[in-house]
């Protein structure tokens, strides 16, 4: 197999650097899009005593040197969403943050091990404003790089089109033929064997030690994502409890939470919520989320003390976070993550 040439050979950057110049007019256009709006862009500092709390979310470690000669783990943050609500609870109530973020084990034509999101939130909306906000941003990325499709792998959508709204419960009855919801509790409690027992009768290979959530992401990620925004795009919404540790639950029914997910020609895009501002619940989540890492990876990481402490004065908000690499790769037909990447990260 012939092994591509570096990014940085000058053939290799000619092909490259159309799509990395319309990378710029769309990450211009969308923040004169916020500014029209009365967003104020806010830069977050990159490293942060906790990287987040969810289970399958793994972080780059380092460590501060303190004056008297002392260390202190630092880690790389994976959203800038700690720093955001704790300028929510400080007063601000329309941000955005546009910049790198840090995973670990990532790395596909859809992942990178550095990658830009676009994060915003709005203090006193609901998370439906937000999915306002998806809709508009779609279509400005494609006028911008005067896209009239999106395709990705076969799978076409029109940007311009409003976006179907579907709940988790419907996808899973439509793509699995599974009633998901009777398998979760109004308290979030869950029930594995059913949700197992379900799964094997849609088809599906199931391992015995499966558990509720290994189950609900392979029914995801093989029956449901793939039919996701095929035509136009996808809101998806209402998650169960289990599988939203950062949204709040609903008021229509406490089985789910406000979360959703856009998708586009079969590909992830946003990931919103309607924030949870309850510290003592948030602790739990995060606690039961770090029990389960300890399980599967070996580690957990620390919770950031600051930030439940300022979920107590936050305000009611909604938030959102959008890979803008994924959206620069489907404005500007690329096939892979790099090809919008001005300098991907060697070593892979």
């Not at 916020?34 to 470690?61: I, M, Y």
């Not at 936050?314 to 690499?325: H, K, N, T, V």
Request: hydrophobic content about 45%; some cysteine; aromatic content about 8%.
């Amino acid at each position: 197999m012939t092994t591509p040439s570096p990014w940085w050979t000058p053939h290799r950057h000619a092909d490259r650097r159309p799509r990395l110049i319309a990378r710029n007019a769309i990450a211009a256009a969308i923040r004169d899009w916020f500014g029209k709006r009365d967003f104020v862009e806010v830069q977050t500092a990159a490293l942060q005593v906790s990287p987040g709390n969810e289970t399958h979310l793994s972080a780059f470690a380092t460590e501060a040197i303190l004056p008297d000669a002392t260390r202190a783990p630092l880690y790389l943050h994976t959203s800038p969403e700690f720093a955001c609500k704790k300028l929510l609870a400080a007063g601000e109530e329309r941000i955005f943050s546009f910049g790198p973020v840090w995973r670990n084990r990532e790395r596909g034509p859809l992942h990178h091990p550095e990658f830009t999101m676009l994060e915003w939130y709005r203090a006193g909306e609901t998370y439906r404003r937000l999915m306002e906000d998806c809709a508009a941003l779609l279509a400005l990325a494609a006028a911008t790089a005067c896209a009239k499709r999106f395709a990705f792998r076969g799978r076409e959508a029109d940007p311009f089109a409003e976006p179907e709204r579907l709940t988790v419960a419907e996808a899973f009855v439509r793509h699995a033929g599974i009633d998901l919801l009777a398998t979760v509790g109004t308290d979030g409690a869950t029930d594995r064997d059913m949700l197992h027992a379900a799964v094997a009768g849609a088809g599906m290979r199931t391992a015995p030690d499966d558990t509720w959530t290994d189950l609900f992401s392979r029914v995801m990620v093989e029956r449901i994502e793939p039919g996701l925004g095929v035509g136009r795009a996808t809101i998806l919404c209402e998650y169960p409890i289990p599988e939203a540790a950062l949204a709040r639950p609903s008021p229509r029914d406490g089985r789910v939470a406000e979360r959703f997910e856009l998708y586009c020609c079969g590909v992830e895009l946003a990931n919103a919520f309607g924030e949870l501002t309850d510290a003592q619940e948030q602790r739990r989540r995060f606690e039961a989320d770090m029990d389960e890492k300890e399980k599967v990876y070996g580690e957990r990481y620390p919770i950031d003390e600051d930030f439940l402490a300022a979920l107590d004065i936050m305000p009611e908000a909604s938030g959102a976070a959008l890979g803008f690499d994924r959206l620069a790769m489907l404005a500007t037909g690329a096939t892979r993550i790099d090809d919008v990447i001005w300098t991907p990260v060697a070593g892979g």
